[in-house]
C-alpha cells in the first residue's frame, strides 16, 4: 500500500529527471505499481483511511513521486458535473493543444511539495492525449476543465516539471492571457 513516507519530496532528483517510456504490453510489475498508485488516490480520498494512514488527498498522481522513473499516472477525481473519472494510463503523450489558457482559480498544489506556493497556474484550456490503458491498450482522450489541468500537472511529472514552475514569478496572481478560470 502506498503511504505518505513512498511520496518523495521537493528535493529528490526523481522530481526533476525526465521518466522513462514503459514497453508494452506492461509487465506484471508495472501493472501493480500503476493499481497501487489508483489505490493511492482512492485510499486518500476515503476520510477514514486518510485519517488512518495519514494520506493526504490526491485526485493525481505520477509515477515519479513514488521514485520510480516510468511514464505512468494516475488519476480519481470529479469533473465540474460531480461525474467520476478514473484513469490508469502508460505513456500519456499531449498530442495537441487549444491555444486558449485555462487555471484553477485555487491554484495548485502538490503531494510532493510540503509547502504552499501562491499564484495562478497557467495551463492548456484543452488537450488531446494519447497514452496506452491498464491492459496496455491505446487510447485517445479530449480533456478540458479540471481534469485537462490535472493531466498536465500529472505529465509535467513525467518530464521534471513542478507545477510552480509554470506561476508568473513578477505576479503570482496576474490573470493568465486568453484564459478560463476553472473553480
Ligand atoms: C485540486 C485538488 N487537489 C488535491 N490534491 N492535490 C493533488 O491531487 C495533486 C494534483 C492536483 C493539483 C492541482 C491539479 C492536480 C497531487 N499531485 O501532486 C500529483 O502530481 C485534492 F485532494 C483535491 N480534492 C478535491 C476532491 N476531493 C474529493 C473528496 O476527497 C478529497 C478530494 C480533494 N483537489
Ligand atoms: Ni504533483
Known amino acids: 500500500m502506498i503511504t505518505m513516507e513512498d511520496i518523495v519530496r521537493e528535493g529528490h532528483p526523481a522530481l526533476r529527471e525526465p ?3 514503459v ?8 501493472n501493480d505499481t500503476l493499481k497501487q498508485m489508483l489505490d493511492y488516490l482512492q485510499n486518500s480520498q476515503d476520510p477514514e483511511l486518510a485519517e488512518k494512514y495519514g494520506l493526504r488527498p490526491g485526485i493525481g498522481l505520477a ?3 513514488i521514485n520510480v522513473k516510468k511514464r505512468m499516472i494516475a488519476i480519481h477525481t470529479m ?5 467520476q473519472h478514473t484513469y490508469a494510463l502508460y505513456n500519456p503523450k499531449i498530442i495537441s493543444h487549444s491555444v ?9 498544489g502538490c503531494l510532493s511539495v510540503d509547502r504552499s ?26 480533456l ?3 481534469l485537462s489541468i490535472v493531466f498536465q500537472h500529472e505529465i509535467d ?9 509554470h506561476i508568473n514569478e513578477e505576479e503570482p496572481f496576474a490573470q493568465p492571457e486568453q484564459a478560463t478560470p476553472v473553480e
Not at 469533473?79 to 461525474?83: C, H, R, T, V
Not at 486558449?100 to 495548485?108: A, D, F, H, I, V
Request: aromatic share 6%.
Open 117 to 142: 506556493v501562491p499564484g495562478f497556474v497557467p495551463r492548456n484550456a484543452r488537450i488531446r492525449v494519447k497514452a496506452a490503458d491498464i491492459d496496455g491498450n491505446p487510447v485517445e482522450l479530449r
Open 100 to 108: 486558449e489558457k485555462s487555471y484553477l482559480t485555487s491554484g495548485e
Open 23 to 30: 514497453p508494452l504490453p506492461p509487465s506484471a510489475e508495472d
Open 19 to 21: 521518466a522513462s517510456e
Open 79 to 83: 469533473d465540474e458535473q460531480g461525474k
Open 144 to 146: 478540458k476543465g479540471l
Open 157 to 165: 511529472h513525467l518530464n521534471g516539471v513542478m507545477f510552480y514552475d
Open 63 to 65: 509515477a515519479p513521486q
